[in-house]
């Protein structure tokens, strides 16, 4: 059961708020989320957030932000189910708040202390 405020939320009731719109979007050096929206602007706009690739590195496909601020799940199950994905690799995770600093798999090999 989900609680009511999850519920406005996710029917659309309540526009979405993310981290660029509760604490500003000025300052940031990077935010990229698996998961959700930097702000409502980038939700609305569908931004890109991040690319995928299954187990032999094919099939590459984008996956943007839905207008409710959560990621495009319903496109990962269809790319998954079309192209027999047994593993998803993230290629790149894209930065949202404006800086243009994506995170890639070059990167997160020279970075130690990424994640």
């Known amino acids: 059961m ?3 405020v999850l519920r406005t939320i996710l029917l659309g009731k309540q526009p979405y ?3 660029g719109d509760a604490i500003g979007s000025t300052g940031w050096q990077f935010w990229g989320s698996p998961a959700r929206a930097f702000s409502l602007a980038y939700a609305r706009n569908r931004g890109p957030m991040l690319d995928l690739q299954d187990q032999a590195g094919a099939n590459p496909i984008t ?30 995770l894209y930065d949202q708040s404006g800086t ?7 990167h997160w090999r020279r970075c130690r202390r990424c994640y």
């Not at 996956?63 to 790149?92: K, Q, R």
């Not at 243009?100 to 070059?106: L, Q």
């Open 17 to 19: 708020q993310g981290p």
């Open 2 to 4: 989900l609680s009511p």
């Open 63 to 92: 996956i943007n932000a839905l207008p409710s601020g959560f990621i495009d799940i319903a496109t990962i199950v269809a790319w998954v189910a079309a192209h027999t994905v047994t593993t998803i690799n993230i290629a790149t």
């Open 100 to 106: 243009g600093v994506n995170a890639n798999s070059r």
